[in-house]
């Protein structure tokens, strides 16, 4: 199975950002993008990549654990970026470094199933929208990607959703069809609450 691990943002504050997002998506460029769809948005705390079924109860083992020591914190989308020619994205705002510090405690409990052995880095965002680019024109397709999502990183710049509560670490598994992700929760725990 293809899986990772995410915080999945409440119905709420995917609206409000489907709402900012709509009119940019009728800007000139944006039709060259490969658009995420709403009910995929999510942020990824950690990519295992190809699990084999039998590795899954030690990996849900190693996550309810993470889930239990770390807390529910308050986040908001706000904000846009890039990832250079490749990749627009709404940013996060709120208790960012109590997301950072869970996506940490993922990354360490998974490391061995997922056979990660790069250095831990994370960079919250949700992923909007993707350029590509034909082979035989792709200098030229770079340089019009850039312009592009440039300005649509402008247009968003100045979002900020609503407030939301990250309660939950979800478990996801991700299909191909067609070209096209779909993703399904294969477990979840609820973070813990203090006080």
């Keep these: 199975m293809r899986l990772f ?4 943002p409440p119905v709420e504050a995917l609206q409000g950002l489907a709402d900012a997002v709509a009119p940019v998506r009728a800007l000139p460029g944006a039709d060259r993008l490969r658009w995420t769809a709403v009910e995929g948005w999510h942020l990824t705390l950690a990519f295992l990549g190809e699990v084999p079924a039998e590795r899954l109860p030690e990996l ?3 996550l309810a654990a993470v889930a ?3 807390g529910v914190h308050r986040l908001r989308l706000a904000g846009a970026g890039r990832f250079g ?3 627009l994205w709404a ?3 709120g208790q960012a470094w109590a997301l950072r510090r ?5 990354h360490e409990a998974t490391a061995e199933v997922a056979g990660e052995v790069d250095a831990f880095t994370f960079h919250p965002h949700l992923t909007l929208a993707r350029a590509g680019s034909s082979r035989g024109h792709r200098r030229a397709a770079q340089r019009g990607a850039v312009a592009e999502l440039e300005a649509l990183e402008s247009a968003l710049g100045g979002y900020r959703g609503p407030e939301w509560e990250a309660a939950e670490l979800h478990l996801m598994k991700s299909e191909l069809d067609g ?3 779909h993703y399904e929760t294969v477990a979840s ?3 813990a609450r203090w006080g």
């Design 189 to 191: 725990w609820p973070l």
């Design 5 to 8: 691990v995410a915080v999945l």
């Design 68 to 70: 239990g020591v770390h």
């Design 91 to 93: 940013g996060v705002e």
């Design 179 to 181: 070209g096209f992700a």
């Design 85 to 87: 020619d490749r990749v």
């Design 60 to 62: 849900e083992a190693g």
């Design 102 to 106: 869970l996506a940490e405690a993922v």
